[in-house]
């Protein structure tokens, strides 16, 4: 089974901090991708990453930017957290071959800014 | 007009009906289609793809007709448990491997 495990499940912090969203995945997919969940609003790519320090924006990447050092892991970072990124976070990943691979969630972050 | 657009339900069936669920989705360029379920708080789960010829699993039946470009689930002798959210996901057209997902279509089955 796929395993994408993200850092916290629930995690608080406060207007103007550095947050850091960690995604670590044991497939060794090539692509990976971070995503908001918004009521009303469904699920917006923020940042994807094809393989190890590639990336691309996706449709929401303002006030976002990300890593990957790694190959199983793409790390999400707010570089200042405002109000309107409190959202729950979910990382996904899949291999790098065929349209036809679905993606694979962990189970999200909970991210509430103050 | 959305890129993948779903009726947001809820839909309440008892146990035991058969339901469907239809996603339209507007790039006719797009090959890869998916089913997901999400319950309330948690990560969406693979539920199934969706081939050209169609496909099932147990009691899920996935369509997908490109001529009228949507795709449908049909849930049958639904159960408690199948209360979720029911999400679709088209990729965004060609080789591309992102995916555009639908808001989701809420089933409430009641006993």
């Known amino acids: 089974d796929v395993k994408v495990t993200q850092s916290s499940r629930y995690l608080v912090k406060r207007t103007g901090e550095k947050v850091f969203l960690e995604c670590v995945q044991d497939?060794?997919?090539?692509?990976m991708f971070w995503y908001r969940q918004d009521p009303g609003l469904g699920l917006r790519l923020i940042y994807f990453s094809y393989d190890v320090k590639m990336k691309e924006k996706g449709d929401i990447p303002e006030g976002y930017s990300v890593s990957r050092e790694k190959k199983e892991r793409f790390s999400l970072i707010l570089e200042s957290a405002s109000t309107n990124q409190t959202s729950m976070y979910l990382c996904?990943?899949?291999?790098?071959?065929?349209?036809?691979?679905?993606?694979?969630f962990g189970d999200g972050t909970r991210l509430s800014i103050l | 007009r959305k890129e993948v657009e779903q009726d947001p339900g809820p839909f309440n069936v008892p146990e035991g009906a058969t339901v469907a669920f239809n996603c339209t989705y507007s790039n006719s360029a797009s090959q890869s289609f998916f089913w997901y379920r999400q319950d309330c708080r948690k990560e969406p789960k693979l539920l199934m793809s969706v081939y050209s010829s169609g496909n099932e699993d147990g009691r899920f039946t996935a369509q997908l007709n490109r001529a009228s470009q949507y795709i449908s689930l049909l849930i049958r002798d639904s159960k408690l448990s199948d209360s979720a959210t029911y999400l679709c996901a088209v990729n965004k057209g060609g080789s591309s491997y992102k995916l555009i997902f639908g808001s989701g279509t809420r089933l409430l089955v009641r006993p």
């Open positions: 996904a990943s899949r291999p790098g071959t065929g349209v036809s691979q679905p993606q694979h």
């Open positions: 497939m060794d997919h090539e692509n």
